[in-house]
């Protein structure tokens, strides 16, 4: 870029700080590490600590891959790449999960297994799980350093008198490597497991709320849920107890977007779209 | 024109930025651009708070900022705050002495007369808010012709470089508490360091002033009003150019390198006990920001005075809790989330849905 | 007999507090506010044993120090100086070295805090039930219907109606919300338990019924207890020792019917005599 | 029958102190007397004497002014009941040292029962046994059935005391005070407590008590020690 832009965008001291935090925060499995998180070129709650993140950590030989919603084409995944495209000349971009190096998703995490060589960047807008029972940003510090959930917990258990059902449906808090429990970003309970002993490192960022945390590889991620009252996905199947199936590519493993077509019907697709578009490739040859 | 946000989003975008450009450029090709030096010296309080809320003093590129949001204040100010991301720091400032501002303006609430005397300034204070129709139709001669006259009449007084600070003559009565020399030395820079409470006041001093004017505003208010016990008295509000030192890179010695516009506020409100023995004295507020902004600067004085009651003794209001104010006072932060609710939710969306769908099924089944 | 607490030299200080403190205040200077620097001395010197199954009231006026020394106790507050020792089943800790988790630790499993006013007991924003279940799930108690029955059982004891047990104690009227904490406190078995003017603003037979109740559990828990009150009433049905405060001092300690009919003090006789 | 002194009291003084009207006012003076394991010892003398002052300095609701009580515990050695610690002598009131005044002061929803059980919950005894030795108690005492599931709050003036007898005598204990235990009884009531009475002698209890008739003193005393109204009171 022509007015002295420096390579991805941040300066040298500002990528050199957040890599520190990103140490930290594998040493530390779970723990928001706070970092002074820099304005970045769109808006606070678009991706600013996932771009930060993906920014700091990239290099000419990488393949960056940008999901928004579980697609490469979304408005806002496009202007993510866009910039990084603009701002990283000679890094390469792709669609195909299986080509990429780093990641950077909002709200999915890809329906394919992560590699050990791939890092995955989620997009965080309220990293801390306690917020809804503690506004007080002091005071749930001291509740994650003595792993003080009973309050989190307790609203699970109040789910369950209200509803029979713990009514948690994003976001699920989900406990790491035995201690801090995590705000696991916006993506469905279905993707939870996946943390779960990942090959994968997974970051995550909020640039908003300024704190950085990880999932390291091969590290344990348990949903919170009692004994007999146990953690449960989006459940896909149809009233007459069949599994649903993608409209375009036939796939019953996947996570589905559900919609009302122009003919008035609702209809199921993949939300990973380069996972259905593979799936398709499949089928025909 | 419709579009589908998850699919063709790359060719929706280009779009968008057509469509806002044809916006900026609809006068079509009877148009002016907008030049610069126009919004930085007509414009000038628009002006004055993108500097001041962009938090970086770049009198040109905030004019720029001006021009390509349309006037945006928030998108502006984060313009600017971007721009600013891609710079390293190369060189710090030691703490500057305020005496020495080259001052437009400057008055004082509590005295009817202060050492160096009460200069009202370019206010509007005082001003008839009556629209100017005169102006509707202002040719070129005649803008002209105005800045010759009072330029010409303007009685050329022996104003001072700087003046005493009012509550100078405060402190050396007793009335206010000692100045906290540790404090000075260490400010705390939040462009590079996060905010991790309890913060010191120099952090929420530094929040404050690149803050959003209608937010601090707003909460300065709900102490004002009642939510809050600060009944302030303007000790000194002084508008002007602050000589900016820095080292020689050589010497190392302060060396005048330019100036910056700025407000400065300072207010003094009911006393309390020393802590260490001493006499009770008053307690002071302080705002500062860069530009031309008084009321800011009024704000954020008044909510520096409750926040640091607040770190003492505990907030008995959202106007003392440092965490409630300084978390959301930021506009680029705050402007950013509430934008950020346009973009696309499905996913989550289908999460709720299932659990909403499950809950229902469970309830009809125990229901029948 | 077993020690469960043994308190030395505690002591609690309100504001910078200097030298002259300790030796300008107290009851023979009728105050407890430090001419020299404006501190307020709300607790001086308090020592104590406390032994397994006991009860121990504390009495005085408000302003005493009564209500500050349990709250040391119970690391609401951080003591000025002094220690306290904690006799716990194989092990002694001394209260004011732990650490913050140790103290959460504690105040989670092995002691119950009853206020006088319950939204500090309780959260008002969650079910009763609820408020017993937060105190079992930081003991570690997963199984839902589990912590349902136990919140039951608990609720059942101290005689809260259980068809209530999911509605927000904020509702309850103040002699059920009192039932309501006495259940939370007691939902891990602690075996110390601090009571601070439990029954204050209650109606007489609604204080009864909960100053009966208390008894029960003592009984049949063993619990160990220290009752704060102004009540000579509720020292006298509950505790076998008491202690008298004023001005942040002890004036008088005894066994509980000899501080009644044989008290020493000038202001204890007082106390008695008007309230006799 | 060993005649093995139990208590034994020495010089026992006491004075009450009062602030308000800077007013010292003496209740015993320089009391002496022994009590025996299974023997009765009664105090008499006027009112003002200071007879129910000597039991509760014994009893330690009153500090005693000067002089020793010497008593022999169960688990060996003498002991001071005027200087010993708080604890010991809670201890030894629930396990060895019984008390009955004439007043009787139960929680509001308490069983008569279980008002006459406490001291043997206090010892460990679990709530059947202790309700069922309660029961046997207070049938001798002739306090009706119907009553025994009801507090005693509302009883009768002379039903409250067997009450309190009843609780005190139950335990057992090695030493029992008796603050005119039988004063507002009728006569066959009397009768039967006095029975009650003997056999605890029998079964070795000391006992130091103020009756409020003559005759009770010569029908139960083993020992009898006057007192006479101090000086100055």
């Known amino acids: 870029m022509s007015n002295g832009i420096n390579f991805a965008f941040l300066d040298e001291y500002a990528k050199r700080e957040i890599r520190r935090s990103v140490i930290k925060a594998i040493c530390i499995p779970g723990y928001q590490v706070p970092y002074s998180s820099r304005e970045m070129p769109m808006g606070r709650g678009f991706g600013t600590g996932g771009l930060q993140l993906t920014l700091a950590l990239i290099g000419v030989t990488d393949t960056v891959k940008v999901i928004d919603q579980g697609s490469d084409d979304s408005v806002n995944a496009v202007n993510l790449r866009k910039f990084i495209e603009m701002t990283c000349p000679g890094i390469a971009t792709t669609t195909r999960l299986q080509e990429a190096t780093l990641i950077q998703s909002r709200h999915r995490i890809p329906e394919q297994a992560l590699r050990a060589d791939q890092i995955l960047v989620l997009q965080v807008p309220y990293p801390d799980a306690l917020v809804i029972v503690e506004p007080s940003e002091d005071k749930r510090k001291v509740m994650h350093g003595e792993a003080d959930y009973s309050r989190l917990l307790v609203k699970l258990y109040e789910d369950i008198v209200k509803f029979d059902e713990i009514t948690i449906s994003h976001r699920y808090p989900t406990r790491i490597n035995d201690h801090y429990i995590i705000d696991p970003s916006p993506i469905p309970r279905y993707d939870v497991p996946k943390l779960h002993n990942s090959k994968a490192l997974i970051l995550f960022g909020a640039g908003r709320e300024k704190k950085i945390y990880a999932v390291p590889p091969h590290c344990p991620a348990e949903p919170l849920a009692f004994d007999d009252v146990p953690f449960r996905i989006e459940d896909f199947t149809d009233s007459r107890g069949e599994r649903r199936a993608c409209k375009l590519c036939g796939s019953q493993e996947s996570f589905l977007d559900e919609f009302i077509d122009e003919q008035g019907e609702r209809v199921y697709q993949c939300s990973d779209s380069d996972y259905c578009e593979q799936q398709q490739e499949l089928a025909h040859g | ?368 | ?276 | 029958m060993t005649n093995k002194p139990l208590l034994m009291v020495e010089n026992l003084s006491k004075t009450f102190f009062l602030h308000e009207q800077n007013k010292v006012i003496p209740s015993s003076s320089q009391v002496n007397l022994t009590v025996y394991a299974g023997k009765l010892t009664a105090l008499i003398g006027p009112t003002g004497a200071g007879k129910s002052s000597v039991l509760k300095s014994i009893y330690r609701t009153y500090l005693p002014s000067s002089g020793r009580l010497l008593y022999e515990s169960a688990t060996g050695g003498i002991l001071d009941l005027a200087l010993a610690l708080e604890h010991r002598i809670l201890e030894l009131r629930r396990e060895e040292i019984g008390f009955v005044t004439q007043f009787l002061h139960t929680l509001p929803r308490q069983k008569t029962l279980d008002v006459v059980a406490m001291p043997l919950y206090r010892q460990g005894v679990n709530k059947q046994e202790g309700r069922a030795r309660a029961a046997e108690l207070l049938a001798e005492l002739n306090i009706p059935e119907r009553l025994w599931e009801v507090p005693p709050a509302t009883f009768s003036g002379g039903e409250k005391q067997r009450v309190n007898l009843a609780r005190g005598l139950i335990a057992s204990p090695r030493l029992l005070l008796l603050d005119e235990p039988t004063a507002s009884l009728d006569a066959e009531t009397t009768d039967r407590v006095v029975a009650l009475i003997q056999r605890k002698k029998e079964q070795g209890v000391g006992m130091l008590a103020i009756f409020h008739h003559a005759d009770l003193v010569k029908r139960m005393a083993d020992e009898v020690v006057e007192l006479s109204v101090p000086v100055g009171s």
């Open chain 3, 1 to 276: 007999m077993d020690k469960i607490l043994e308190v030395k030299g505690l002591s609690q200080v309100y504001g910078p507090g200097c030298d002259l403190c300790f030796t300008s205040t107290g009851p023979e200077f009728e105050t407890n506010i430090c001419p020299h620097c404006g501190s307020i001395v709300a607790l001086h010197d308090l020592n104590f044993d406390l032994y397994k199954g006991e009860i121990l009231g504390i009495m005085g006026e408000s302003g005493s120090g009564k209500s500050t020394a349990v709250k040391c106790l119970y690391f609401d507050q951080i003591p000025y100086s002094g220690s306290a020792l904690f006799f716990d089943e194989t092990e002694q800790k001394r209260l004011f070295e732990l650490n913050p988790a140790q103290r959460r630790s504690l105040r989670n499993h092995r002691f119950g805090m009853v206020y006088q006013n319950a939204n500090l007991g309780l959260n008002f924003d969650i079910s009763a039930g609820g408020n017993i279940a937060e105190r079992l799930l930081m003991s570690q108690v997963m199984n839902y219907r589990e912590i349902r029955e136990r919140a039951r059982e608990l609720l059942a004891r101290t005689e809260v109606l259980t068809e209530r047990m999911d509605e927000l104690p904020k509702n309850f009227s103040g002699g059920m919300q009192q039932r309501v904490q006495i259940a939370k406190a007691l939902a891990t078995r602690p075996p110390l338990l601090f009571l601070d003017e439990v029954t204050t603003g209650l109606d007489l037979s609604v204080q009864a019924k909960i100053l009966d109740l208390i008894l029960e559990i003592q009984s049949e828990l063993n619990t160990a207890m220290i009752v704060v009150t102004h009540d000579l009433g509720v020292i006298r049905l509950l505790a076998g020792r008491t202690l008298v405060m004023k001005y942040g001092r002890v004036i008088e300690r005894g066994l509980t019917d000899q501080i009644l009919e044989d008290p020493q003090h000038a202001y204890t006789q007082q106390l008695v005599a008007s309230a006799l």
């Open chain 2, 1 to 368: 024109m419709g579009y589908v946000a998850i699919k063709g989003g790359g060719r929706a975008i280009d779009g968008a930025a057509d469509a806002l450009e044809l916006l900026r450029t609809r006068q079509g090709e009877s148009g002016q651009p907008l030049d610069l030096e126009t919004i930085e010296k007509q414009l000038y309080f628009l002006h004055s708070r993108i500097l001041s809320e962009g938090g970086l003093y770049h009198p040109k590129l905030a004019a720029l900022a001006i021009k390509q949001s349309l006037g945006d204040t928030l998108e502006a100010s984060f313009a600017l705050r971007a721009y600013r991301s891609t710079k390293p720091r190369l060189l710090e400032t030691p703490v500057h002495d305020t005496t020495h501002m080259r001052l437009i303006r400057r008055i004082s609430a509590s005295f009817k007369d202060i050492p160096g005397g009460q200069m009202l300034g370019p206010t509007t204070d005082y001003a008839l808010r009556l629209l100017r129709m005169e102006l509707l139709n202002e040719s070129q001669e005649q803008f002209q012709s105005v800045a010759k006259t009072l330029f010409t009449n303007l009685p050329i007084q022996a104003v001072p470089d700087s003046f005493p600070k009012v509550l100078d003559s405060l402190r050396a009565e007793g009335l206010l508490p000692k100045v906290n020399q540790a404090a000075r030395e260490q400010p705390f820079d939040i462009t590079r360091e996060p905010l991790i409470f309890p913060v010191p006041r120099s952090a929420a001093l530094a929040t404050m002033a690149r803050g959003e004017t209608g937010s601090l505003l707003a909460i300065a208010y709900t102490n004002m009003r009642g939510y809050g016990d600060v009944h302030p008295t303007v000790a000194e509000l002084r508008v002007g150019y602050l000589p900016v030192l820095l080292p020689h890179p050589i010497t190392g010695e302060l060396t005048e390198v330019g100036e910056v516009l700025m407000t400065e506020c300072e207010v003094v409100a009911m006393y309390q006990d020393d802590d260490n023995k001493g006499l009770p004295t008053f307690t002071l507020g302080y705002g500062a920001c860069f530009g031309h902004n008084e009321v800011k600067a009024i704000s954020m004085a008044i909510l520096d005075r409750a926040l640091q009651k607040g770190m003492k003794d505990g907030a008995e209001n959202p106007s003392e809790d440092p965490e409630f104010v300084l978390l959301h006072v930021d506009g680029i932060d705050s402007m950013g989330f509430a934008s950020h609710y346009k973009m696309p939710h499905y996913v989550t969306f289908q999460s709720d849905m299932d659990r909403l769908r499950t809950t229902q099924q469970k309830q009809e089944a125990s229901h029948e």
